[in-house]
C-alpha cells in the first residue's frame, strides 16, 4: 500500500524557521510534492522534487531523500499568513497523487 | 480571470437526493480529477479523467458518477446521498504529464442532512 506520515501540527513564532517533515512508503515513486491549504481555501501547489536536494522557492525551500523516502518543507522568515495546513503528496506512474494527513501549522506573534 | 472553477459553492440536501456538481478549467489542461476532503482534512482521490477519458476510478461507490462532455469540464453526479457523503469536494487539473503540479477549485461543500 502507499502512506505517508506528517506531523499533525506544529506552532512557531513569527519570523521563525519551522520544517514540515513528511515521510513515505509507496511503490512506482516520482516524485513529492508540497501543497498549502488555507482554512476555507482550495489546497495550493508550492513545491515538487523529482531528484534528491533542495529545492528553493522564497521563503518556501523543500528537499527530498529517495534512499530515505523522506522530504521535508522548510519556510523561513515566519509570517503570520503563513498559518495552513502543509501536504505533502506523491505521485507515481498513475498519475495519481497521495495525500499525506497534513499539517496544521500555527504562526503565533 | 479564474483558472479552476465549480459550482455550487455551497450544497445542502437531505439524505436520498441526488445532486450534481460542476467543474470548469481555463488553464487548457488534458486532466482533470475530484478529491474528497473530509472532516479531518484528508483529502482522498476519486476520479481523474485525462481528454474525456476515465483514467483513475478509486473505490468510490457507484451512487457517484463523473462525466466530462470535453477536456475543460468534469462534472460529479452523486445518487442517493447519503450522511457520510458530507465533504467538501475539490475539482482540480494539470497536464497528464505534470501530474503532481495540480490546480484546484475553490471546493463545494456538501451537506447531507
Known amino acids: 500500500g502507499q502512506s505517508l506520515e506528517q506531523p499533525s501540527e506544529v506552532t512557531a513564532v513569527e519570523g521563525a524557521i519551522v520544517q514540515i517533515n513528511c515521510t513515505y512508503q509507496t511503490s512506482g515513486f516520482y516524485g513529492l510534492s508540497w501543497y498549502q491549504q488555507h482554512d476555507g481555501g482550495a489546497p495550493t501547489f508550492l513545491s515538487y522534487?523529482?531528484?534528491?536536494g533542495l529545492e528553493e522557492t522564497g521563503r518556501f525551500s523543500s528537499f527530498l531523500s529517495r534512499s530515505d523516502s523522506y522530504g521535508y518543507l522548510l519556510l523561513q522568515e515566519l509570517q503570520m499568513k503563513d498559518s495552513a495546513s502543509y501536504f505533502c503528496?506523491?505521485?507515481?506512474?498513475?498519475?495519481?497523487?497521495?495525500f499525506g494527513t497534513g499539517t496544521l501549522l500555527a504562526v503565533q506573534p | 480571470d479564474t483558472a479552476v472553477s465549480q459550482t455550487p459553492k455551497y450544497l445542502v440536501t437531505q439524505m436520498g437526493n441526488d445532486k450534481s456538481i460542476k467543474c470548469e478549467q481555463n488553464?487548457?489542461?488534458?486532466?482533470m480529477y475530484w478529491y474528497k476532503q473530509d472532516s479531518k482534512k484528508f483529502l482522498k482521490i476519486m476520479f481523474s479523467y485525462n481528454n474525456k477519458e476515465l483514467i483513475i476510478n478509486e473505490t468510490v461507490p457507484n451512487r457517484f458518477s463523473p462525466k466530462s462532455p470535453d477536456k475543460a469540464h468534469l462534472n460529479l453526479h452523486i445518487n442517493s446521498l447519503e450522511l457520510g457523503d458530507s465533504a467538501v469536494y475539490f475539482c482540480?487539473?494539470?497536464?497528464?504529464?505534470?501530474?503532481?503540479?495540480?490546480?484546484f477549485g475553490p471546493g463545494t461543500r456538501l451537506t447531507v442532512l
Open positions: 522534487n523529482a531528484l534528491d
Open positions: 488553464l487548457g489542461h488534458d486532466t
Open positions: 482540480a487539473s494539470s497536464q497528464v504529464q505534470e501530474a503532481d503540479t495540480q490546480y
Open positions: 503528496a506523491v505521485g507515481g506512474a498513475t498519475n495519481k497523487l497521495i
